[in-house]
């Protein structure tokens, strides 16, 4: 049972336009969130994170949206760059003591110049 | 900062060796360290949780006498996957969380791992 969806394996998107990155999720247990970028023979880096207690989390080019009754969130990157090409992860997590992440299967973003 | 060290980056080992894998956290202590195992093509997934000076929790479905897990301290944890065999080829990843609430994991590069 997958609980956090990334249902789009890959999107391509024009070098200085908006690349919007979506995920889903099933348990409304989970209440905090994270967006991770991974290159190839790479560990994730953290890029951004949200509590449920917020719909939207800013930080330079990167913003995170929230939609809890939808169970949705979503990565805006603006502009996009081509050192933005990477795959990325959704990540979810219940509670504020455990921190155990449950992954999405990633989406694997290009960024065309 | 949160630069987390992982070692080796690429093995290969005939069936029936064990290997051993390390995870260090070089600039923050790690109270929670995390191991994860990605398949081709797929999410991460869990494998175990461990902190420091105490017994790993392993996901349901991951053997835990075959991947052993040692924390012994607030930088360093280990996985030693024994007596490998060619369906545990893999690519490993741990992760590390300090302290401080609300931080995120911070990932390792991960180890591949290719059992002949």
């Known amino acids: 049972d997958q609980q956090v969806k990334q249902n789009s394996p890959s999107l391509s998107v024009q070098e200085g336009r908006i690349s919007i990155l979506n995920c889903d999720y099933t348990?409304?247990?989970?209440?905090?969130f994270l967006w991770y970028k991974k290159y190839p023979a790479e560990g994730p880096t953290f890029l951004i994170s949200i509590s449920s207690i917020k719909d939207k989390n800013e930080d330079g080019r990167f913003t995170v949206f929230l939609n809890k009754s939808a169970k949705h969130l979503s990565l805006h990157i603006v502009p996009s760059q081509p050192g933005d090409s990477a795959v990325y992860f959704c990540a979810a997590s219940v509670g504020s003591g455990t921190y155990k992440y449950i992954f999405g299967t990633g989406t694997r973003l290009k960024v065309l110049a | 900062g949160a630069v987390v060290s992982q070692h080796p980056s690429w093995v290969i080992c005939k069936s029936g060796t064990s290997v051993k894998i390390e995870c260090r956290s070089l600039?923050?202590?790690?109270?929670?360290m995390f191991w994860y195992r990605q398949f081709p093509k797929q999410s991460l997934m869990l494998m175990a949780t461990?902190?420091?000076?105490?017994?790993?929790?392993?996901e349901q479905g991951v053997e835990k006498d075959k991947f052993l897990i040692n924390h012994a301290s607030l930088t360093l944890s280990t996985l030693t996957v024994t007596s490998a065999h060619p369906e545990d080829s893999s690519f490993y990843i741990c992760?590390?969380?300090?302290?401080?609430?609300?931080?995120?994991?911070?990932f390792g590069d991960g180890t591949r791992l290719s059992i002949l």
């Open positions: 992760s590390a969380r300090s302290r401080a609430l609300n931080q995120p994991q911070h």
């Open positions: 348990n409304s247990m989970f209440d905090y």
């Open positions: 461990s902190n420091e000076g105490s017994k790993a929790t392993y």
């Open positions: 600039d923050f202590q790690a109270t929670t």
